[in-house]
């Protein structure tokens, strides 16, 4: 090789993307002719550490495309005071595969402030961390997008892009109402994602509540039916954690 291939080194490592070799190759090199490597193990050690960085980086990206709440972790979530959950049951589904292949669901249940949005977002965290794509938003906020999106006649392309997700995390359901105006983009994503993209949705009213989100009643039914045929229903029926936590606090000031 002449010398002026080897002074485009840099350059050919950046048009090939490889970043991690760039940067290491030197100091690997010097180590390689220390300790008499060879070509071989030299080339290997450089592509292991190109590929664990590669996965690195990628899943630092997909955390920041999912727009998770910071904090929201299995690591800050405690089960033992939400006695209706089976921690097992949970972790495995935040293993993903399965459900997510099919396109399932699961659909968190319960009153303001028993952990629904900490808990969907543990999850996404943990699917992030196998390599899967989320997203996480609250409905309203995506509602309005897509509404954007279909006044642009921009709708296709939108859920096209929605659809590089393995799973969308759709926080408050229930805050959605009908007179938002043409919430039945609500119902086309639901139908679009049927059996083949999953959905985490957080709600804090039951079924029977529901024609207050979608139009009409056919609608909230056709909805309600594609949610929940593949879908697992996690019930987060406690007290609510933050007045506990409130009334917890008072009780060791006072005491
Ligand atoms: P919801 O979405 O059901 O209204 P959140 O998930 O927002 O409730 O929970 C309210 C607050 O209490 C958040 O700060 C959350 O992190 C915390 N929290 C709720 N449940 C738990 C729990 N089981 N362990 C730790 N923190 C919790
Ligand atoms: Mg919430």
Known sequence: MSATDIAKLPVMLSTLRLPTIARLWQDLGQRADREGWGTARFLAVLCEHEIHER???RIARHLAEAALPPGKTFATFDFASVPTLRKAHVLALAQGDAWLDQGANILLFGPSGTGKTHLGAAIGVALVEQGHRVMFTRTTDLVQMLQAARRDLSLPAMLAKLD?????????????????????????????????????????????????IFPDPAMTVAAIDRLVHHATILELNTESYRRRKAAGSKATTSG
């Open 55 to 57: 996965h690195a980086r």
């Open 164 to 212: 590089r997700f393995d799973c969308l995390i759709l926080d408050d359901l229930g805050y959605v109402r009908k007179d938002q105006a043409e919430t039945s983009v609500l119902f086309e994503l639901i139908a679009e994602r049927y059996e083949r993209r999953s959905i985490i949705a957080t709600c804090n009213q039951p079924f029977s509540e529901w024609n207050q």
